[in-house]
């Protein structure tokens, strides 16, 4: 006789896809932020702003979180795929 698993579907709440759509948007706004850091990094020239580095960290947040809505990685709509299941 054969005994076989019982496995029960996994139902996710609808709270739970949010968050995990908003992680996901969060961690492109992240990964976004951390290249124009690195970009900014390698720079050529002089910087318009000087040296105030808590004013360009403001920036390239406020920028990385700009570029990762407006052309989002997927990352957000994986994570919400897989919360989903």
């Known amino acids: ?5 019982v496995t029960m579907p996994i139902v ?5 896809v949010k968050a995990a759509r908003r992680a996901g948007q969060d961690f492109e706004a992240l990964l ?6 690195t970009a900014r990094a390698a720079k050529l020239g002089d910087d318009m702003l000087g040296n105030n ?3 360009r960290d403001m920036i ?3 920028r990385g979180r ?3 809505a407006a052309a989002p990685l997927g990352l957000a709509q994986l994570l919400a795929k ?3 299941k």
């Open 1 to 5: 006789m054969e005994i076989k698993p």
């Open 12 to 16: 996710r709440q609808p709270e739970e």
């Open 32 to 37: 976004v932020t951390q290249l124009l850091k």
């Open 53 to 55: 580095d808590q004013i």
């Open 60 to 62: 390239d947040d406020q």
């Open 66 to 68: 700009a570029i990762a």
């Open 82 to 84: 897989e919360a989903g």
